[in-house]
């Protein structure tokens, strides 16, 4: 085949679909001569299946451009001639290479770490490396590997890093001895029986990491360690997980190691304590032994099962306990020397008594102590960092005193109540900067809650019930404070005095907590240097935008789980310097695109997923500004339109708001045509609005019982202009005359408080058995003359009755007649009186018109 097929992944794969192609069909063909349309179709999907499984790890992932590659479980089976040559790290894990020769590699000159992990590999020839001769780790765990050619590894003279944990190794006897730029070796996970080094390597002068973990070895003896005696001092051996049964005494003499684990290495407790022992002469600097969580547990018979520690010198111990001895016995005793001491996963209800010589570090972690042993490591002059931890109740208390060093203290994770803090608690360490109570029940702060320890910078109270922090101020006097955590403790801030005096603090976590009142809008006042706020989880649901103006440093504010609508506090210039914004989980619709655009400019990071967001056309300027940042919002496949249903899954960045324009669209022109029709009719009542009026009286005369008994003989419309040709000549003439006629005036006799409308009807109109219209130039002019005489006019025309009287006060041009409705054709039609001035035409004047009035009266 590869005389026809090139060299070429691809080719080769369409090579040897084409063969399949004619071997399947010539055999088949002679049997199925008959079936030749079935045949055609069943050869063709068979070679599809074929071919695409041939070709479906071709591809390579590009993780750094022309550097690193993964084909990580791509079913291949050779190198694809896609990798360039320029690659430097490939992963090459979890394919098929059964058979590693020098022709799989192709020249890789630049490459430096290959892993072959999990390929399958059972024979690697001679040669094979010779083309990859510049690696620097090569990793080939969990292959079978049955045979190792002549110095297969010895072309690799740069290598640093050799992994072959579970490949079925036998002996450390490898043929390496090229690789002097060797520093690590991991074999774990085989089945090595011997500890025994090939000499040679005593010349790799890096090599500083042997990791024989969970192998077979059983028995060490002195020419085991040979070559352990000459490499240099900085070298880590790992021997757990070995069923170590003997250690032959002095195996280990003269021995420098910077690390040894031991960790489950041996299959005894006895093994165990005469194993110890036998390593006297050892000089690590870090010791790890113990068992692993989870293994066999020894069966304790021995107080002095440690004893062996005695004779090894070491700086840090590890001891992981995983059993429970049957009396007390001592742990520390062979410890004291140490600068590093850990015991975790013990049984240690009281801690004896050590006077350790030079331990600055000392951490007693998942051990179940009952009392915290403060009288136990009171007075300890070098001790720098205690870690108790993880106990499952201290239920007494026991002050630390004395101890000028000590820096760092964590007593979290203890579920114990602290009746008196942290004074009483610490006394006599000046020189404390970090404190850890966290993880507890309760902690009661007292007035000089933390004299003496003015040197703090760090105070985790948080998931601890704390007493006494809310209402005043207990933490004036730790000026040097940078971090405080009282999240979720139970406080209820009402004093705004509470961080007073803490002008260096840099991180403030309240989450979880209460503010009563309006206490957060001064509470942060004196805080010039934050730049980490968290009030998360609080049940806020306002802050004012004073609550962070002396916050011009902050850089993260978290607001999450809050129930905050509005973030109108973030406009403001006092948080110009923020970066980090978060809001989710809270009850914001909407944000305003004022408030948008006013952003802090260094925001790169907002979360504003989880709320209740409302997607409608009403708000396409806040969703569109959501669809054009998303680079800074974080988890914004989370922002739900949640008005359209609670439990909606409709994203925001998925509304959409082209539909918003065009509703938009017809909403403006439908709003055009209503204003237009407004203003339209506004004009045009405005114009007619006695006409209106004159409409509604018709209808309510309509409505206006007809039998009415009339109060008046007469109602008079006239010009104000005109009242006192009215008083001095109408009124002294009919009134005072005999009979007397009463008339109906607007000035005298209309009801006060009553609209004008109103008056004109009820007294006028339907008052008055007849209506006596003063005609005049002012008359024409008035526009309540013209109204009054309409309604008249209306009045009249229903009842089919003449009962209107025209006056001519003085002539009227006939054109101005006819701005007044139905004058000018009444006056055509209808007979009327004419004033003049002449005594013998006043005369018949008056007696024309009394008995125009009389007549209708009798």
Known sequence: ???????????????????????????????????????????????????????????????????????????????????????????????????????????????????????????????????????????????????????????????????????????????????????????????????????????????????????????????????????????????????????????????????????????????????????????????????????????????????????????????????????????????????????????????????????????????????LPGKQLSHILTLEKLVITDNNEIIREESFIDMPKLQFVDLSANQMTLKRCCTTLLSGTPQIRYLNLSLNAEINLDGPAFDGLGSLEILDFHHTRVVGIGHISLLSTLKYLIYLDVSYSSITFSSIYCFYGLSNLNVLKLAGNIFQGDVVRYLFNNLTVLEHLDMSYCRMVELHSSSFKSLQRLRLLNLRGNNLMTIDFLTHPYLKQLTSFYVDKNSITNIPLHVLQKLPTNLSEFDLSSNPIDCSCSQTDFILWIMQNQNILKQSENIFCKTLSPSSDFRATDFDIDSCVHKKILTIVLLVVFVTLVVLLSALGYRFQFYLQYCCILLRGYRTPTQQECSYDAFVIFSSYDEVWVVNELMENLENGFPSIHLCLHMRDFQAGKSITSNIIDEGILGSRKVIVVVSQHFIDSAWCRFEFELAQSRFMMERSANIIIIILEDVEERKTKKVFGLHKYLKKNTYLKWSRDPLSNMRFWIRLRRAIIDTKQ
């Open 1 to 371: 085949m590869a005389s026809f097929c090139p060299q070429f992944p691809i080719v080769v794969n369409h090579c040897i679909c084409s063969l399949i192609v004619k071997v399947l069909y010539k055999s088949y063909s002679r049997f199925y001569d008959r079936l030749r349309s079935f045949r055609m179709s069943f050869f063709t999907i068979s070679a599809f299946i074929i071919c695409f499984s041939i070709g479906a790890g071709e591809s390579c992932t590009e993780v750094t451009e022309n550097l690193h590659y993964s084909c990580m479980g791509r079913n291949l089976s050779s190198i694809p001639a896609s990798i360039p040559s320029s690659v430097q790290t490939l992963d090459f894990s979890f394919n098929v290479l059964k058979h590693l020769q020098k022709t799989v590699f192709p020249v890789l000159s630049f490459l430096r770490v290959l892993d072959l992990s999990r390929c399958r590999i059972r024979h690697i020839e001679k040669d094979t490396f010779f083309n990859v001769n510049k690696l620097t780790t090569l990793i080939l765990t969990g292959n079978p590997i049955t045979y190792f050619g002549p110095g297969c590894l010895n072309t690799l003279y740069d290598l640093q890093r050799l992994v072959l944990v579970d490949v079925g190794l036998t002996s450390l006897q490898l043929q390496v001895n090229n690789l002097t730029k060797l520093q690590e070796l991991k074999v774990g996970t085989n089945n090595i029986q011997s500890l025994s080094l090939p000499p040679f390597m005593s010349t790799f002068k890096d090599f500083c990491l042997l990791d024989l973990r969970a192998n077979n070895i059983s028995i060490i003896t002195t020419d085991h360690t040979v070559v352990l005696r000459e490499i240099g001092r900085n070298m880590t051996l790992i021997l757990s997980r070995n069923p170590l049964i003997h250690i032959e005494p002095g195996a280990f003499r003269n021995v420098y190691l910077r690390q040894l684990d031991i960790r489950s290495a041996f299959v005894s407790f006895a093994a165990q304590k005469v194993g110890l022992k036998s390593l006297y002469g050892l000089n690590v600097k870090k010791l790890l032994f113990g068992k692993y969580r989870g293994d066999f547990k020894f069966q304790f018979s021995d107080a002095d099962a440690l004893d062996g520690l005695c004779s090894i010198y070491f700086q840090e111990v590890y001891y992981y306990i995983s059993e429970r001895p049957d009396e007390p016995f001592s742990i520390f005793r062979c410890m004291i020397n140490a600068t590093i001491v850990v015991v975790k996963h013990g049984i240690i209800y009281e801690m004896e008594y050590v006077f350790f010589h030079e331990i600055k570090e000392l951490y007693l972690i998942s051990n179940h102590l009952g009392t």
